[in-house]
């Protein structure tokens, strides 16, 4: 089982659209979560950290759940721009600041 | 531009030849990671350092070493390269652990 793990798509959605994507992780003890965006033959960059309560940036939100390991992003009134691949990312347990990636989730935003 | 420059951009290979991959950042970060990245496996670790002087292994080192030159500086090299290590390779680095990572915009390896 791998220890990050995503729907690898692709979303094909319309302008406008909400689209959300989830994640679970194996290690219950992991620590810091992250969603980064990466576009086509590009390096990845981070959009947004997950935190407990649940975070909003724009049209963007991250979500997380501690007790079914599952990180969530949604994202609201989707833009052209939006089109890439969205990686989960999980920070490795007692392993200092070692990230883990999801092997990502294509999203395809058309007019 | 402040961040991480990665050279070469693109290399191809014959099997067995060698080839360091060079890496630079100028953010004073302590923190410094080789990734590969293959289509349907996302980014998997090859080696890290935490800081100047340290080197470890992560997921998948085998094939390759590293060299932590200074601070500024982290070379990943293929003493003898194979098919198997066509990827895309990305450098990172990081002030404090697993906070903003940021990326080299990565070098495109083909080993034929």
């Known amino acids: 089982r791998k220890e990050v793990e995503q729907d690898p798509g692709p979303f094909n959605v319309p302008e406008g659209a909400t689209v959300a994507f989830n994640c679970t992780y194996s290690n219950s003890a992991s620590q810091s979560f992250f969603w980064y965006r990466q576009d086509c033959r590009k390096e990845p960059k981070l959009l947004m950290s997950?935190?407990?309560s649940g975070n909003e940036d724009g049209r963007f939100t991250a979500q997380l759940n501690r007790a079914s390991q599952y990180i969530s992003l949604l994202i609201r009134d989707s833009k052209l721009s939006d089109s890439a691949t969205y990686l989960c990312?999980?920070?490795?347990?007692?392993?200092?600041?070692?990230?883990?990636f999801g092997q990502g989730t294509e999203l395809s935003v058309k007019p | 531009n402040a961040g991480v420059t990665q050279t070469p951009k693109f290399q191809v290979l014959k099997t067995g030849q060698s080839m360091t991959l060079q890496c630079a950042q100028d953010m004073n970060h302590n923190s410094m990671y080789w990734y590969r990245q293959d289509p349907g496996m996302g980014l998997r670790l090859i080696y890290y350092s935490a800081s100047e002087g340290t080197t470890d292994k992560g997921e998948v080192p085998n094939g390759y070493n590293v060299s932590r030159l200074n601070k500024r500086e982290f070379s990943l090299r293929l003493e003898s390269a194979a098919p198997s290590q066509t990827s895309v390779y990305f450098c990172?680095?990081?002030?404090?652990?697993?906070?903003?990572?940021?990326f080299g915009s990565g070098t495109r390896l083909t080993v034929v």
């Open positions: 990312v999980v920070n490795r347990a007692n392993q200092g600041g070692k990230l883990i």
């Open positions: 990172a680095s990081s002030e404090k652990g697993s906070y903003g990572y940021t």
């Open positions: 997950v935190y407990s």
